[in-house]
């Protein structure tokens, strides 16, 4: 049986007992028994009597279509929230409408207990629909974070070794521009920062021709 091991942070690869072909689609299952199909890139390494293969999904899922569900997920969960929160505001000034603005409650009169049962039901009301609003909130906020995701280019898809290879490009030009001095540096540690992007750009380079190339 094949099974996912994790690489590197956001890279899971196939864990075989048995050699396979790029381009080749087997069976992953994962550790709760569900299983994908997937393509064969590359065999990453060997070790005890298993062999590790980078793998992309057959069904295309990835990162992006996983932030894109995310979203989608969110965006429905703070919709119904928000109805919700209306028909609790709503229901909140219905059950008080019978009372005219500003009046008492009239100690004593035969309307006291009616008058105090509706404030407890509309004040009751009014708090759900604040509760629903701030879930609302919260979904959206959740729905804004996951959009920001859905574009997300990282090690587990084949895409990120061109992505990597531009990526340093850019990062080679400001450090040398840094270096020699066409690029203005903005405080003290400018030129650090920057070797260091570098550094962590050709590492993740590496990685990607190593699961990718």
Known sequence: ??????????????????KHEKGETITVTTQYGKENESIVFN???ERDGFYYYSIVREDGFNVQEFARNKVAR???????????????????????EHIPLGQP?????????????????????????????NKAKSH???????????????????????????????????????KNGTIEREHSFSLTYAKKELNNIENKLKLAQRLWS
């Open 140 to 178: 959206i906020s959740k729905a804004e974070y996951w959009e920001r995701r859905a574009n997300t280019i990282n090690l587990s898809m084949p895409e990120s070794l061109e992505f990597y290879e531009f990526e340093l490009e850019k990062a080679k030009a400001k450090h040398e521009g840094l």
């Open 43 to 45: 065999l990453v390494f």
């Open 1 to 18: 049986m094949n099974t996912y091991s994790k690489f590197v942070p956001n890279v899971f690869l196939a864990k075989c007992t048995e």
């Open 105 to 133: 409650i009239l100690v004593g009169h035969h309307s006291e207990h009616r008058h105090r049962r509706d404030l407890d039901r509309s004040w009751n009301a009014m708090g759900k629909s604040v509760e629903f609003s």
């Open 74 to 96: 969110y965006e429905a969960w703070g919709e119904s929230a928000s109805k919700k929160s209306t028909q609790y505001f709503e229901q909140s000034h219905r059950i008080t």
